[in-house]
């Protein structure tokens, strides 16, 4: 029996660009499993344009901000719309990523599998865009996730961060919660990738990747960098998706300030930058699961990210990279490459682990297995 899936959320899963690529790769291998059809994208308008002058009023009043797209009003216009486009279809599934908004008013009995990769509860106060809320907006961001996976026939997370957020928060039975690791977002991943080694007397290259220059620690990267930079002149920093506010460059480093993901050429392009990296720097500030970190791993670059949010749901400690105190100014990220460098052995048997957890674990078609053994535990 072929199944039919419904995948339901207000963004254009054709476009890669959304969510880092992920809303792309999960409607791409959901077509291996089945039949799907794509309910959005959809944006309520109205309601959407009246809650970012609320938003705009509210800043200015009272110095706090509305998640407008965690209201009330626009969940519900969401749930309206959605419902409609479900009205009278036959599907064994929806499948909802990063949904919570659509599916938290949402009129079905059809199995939602919500698939998240943070929490309203996890996220506020943590990530920026839900820093600062008004009480009301908090209340209803939370009642809203609390709807959605309350709906949830499953809830697959992609972190143990955001999966305790799910049972121990939202009570959630764990029975009905999962964790899954995504894979990388890059569709020109050569299939002859072999471990990295460090040659003498060539360029050893770290790679900063984020559109936010400081909401990824870009600062703090580049501290590390020019740390390293005194001891050996002969590593490289490129900074990719973003044009940092500095008013020299130093030498050695190289901006990108933006690559399409949608083209073909932006997709080469990347992974001939992967390729010809050694390390992944990765100071974010808050994250849930970046992709970024599978991106690297696909081509055996280990990363060194600081521990918050959901990043070991793809960074796990000395086998992929390493996980760097939250605080930490720079140093530590510049101490282990030193040590790499002066004993490349480190390094390359790191490289090839690295490798080796994306080959078996941190891949879409793990993923998509894994998917498929969930399924198998739900009644169709």
């Known amino acids: 029996m072929i199944l039919k899936f419904a ?134 961001g939370e009642l809203i996730e609390m709807k959605a996976i309350e709906k949830s026939a499953i809830v697959i997370a992609s972190s143990e961060w955001c999966k305790n957020s799910v049972i121990q928060h939202y009570h959630k039975n764990s029975s009905q919660v999962f964790v899954i690791p995504y894979g990388a977002n890059l569709e020109k991943i050569p299939t002859s990738v072999t471990p990295k080694k460090i040659h003498a007397n060539q360029p050893f290259r770290l790679l900063f990747v984020g559109v936010y220059w400081h909401n990824k620690g870009g600062p703090i990267a580049m501290n590390a960098f020019l740390k390293l930079k005194k001891e050996f002149p002969e590593v490289e920093l490129t900074i990719l998706g973003c044009e940092p506010d500095l008013t020299n460059l130093p030498n050695g480093v190289t901006v990108i300030p933006f690559l399409d993901k949608n083209s073909n050429d932006g997709q080469l392009k990347m992974a001939e930058i992967f390729n010809s990296h050694h390390v992944l720097l990765l100071p974010t500030r808050f994250d849930c699961t970046p992709i970024v970190i599978n991106e690297a791993s696909a081509f055996a670059l280990p990363s060194l990210v600081s521990k918050t949010g959901g990043v070991e749901g793809h960074l796990k400690n000395s086998v992929n990279g390493h996980l760097i105190d939250y605080n930490d100014d720079g140093t530590t990220y510049a101490a282990i490459v030193s040590d790499w460098l002066k004993k490349p052995e480190l390094y390359e048997k790191m490289s090839e682990s690295t490798l080796n957890l994306y080959c078996n674990f941190n891949n879409w078609v793990h993923w998509t297995e894994e998917f498929k053994k969930l399924l198998l535990t739900l009644e169709v």
């Not at 309910?39 to 200015?60: A, C, F, H, V």
């Not at 990523?97 to 990769?117: H, K, W």
């Open 7 to 140: 995948y339901l959320s207000a963004e254009d899963p054709h476009n890669k660009k959304v969510w880092s690529g992920t809303h792309y790769s999960i409607f791409k291998h959901l077509k291996t499993i089945g039949d799907v059809d794509v309910l959005g994208p959809y944006e309520p308008k109205l309601p959407i344009i009246w809650k970012r002058i609320l938003n705009q009023l509210t800043q200015l009043v009272f110095k706090k901000r509305i998640a407008y797209r965690h209201s009330f009003l626009v969940s519900k216009a969401l749930g309206k719309a959605f419902s409609k486009k479900l009205a009278n279809k036959y599907y064994d599934f929806i499948i909802a990523p990063a949904a919570s908004g659509e599916i938290a008013f949402l009129d079905t009995n059809i199995p939602i599998i919500y698939i998240t990769d943070g929490t309203f509860n996890g996220c506020i106060n943590y990530h920026q865009n839900l820093s600062h809320l008004s009480k009301q907006s908090a209340m209803e």
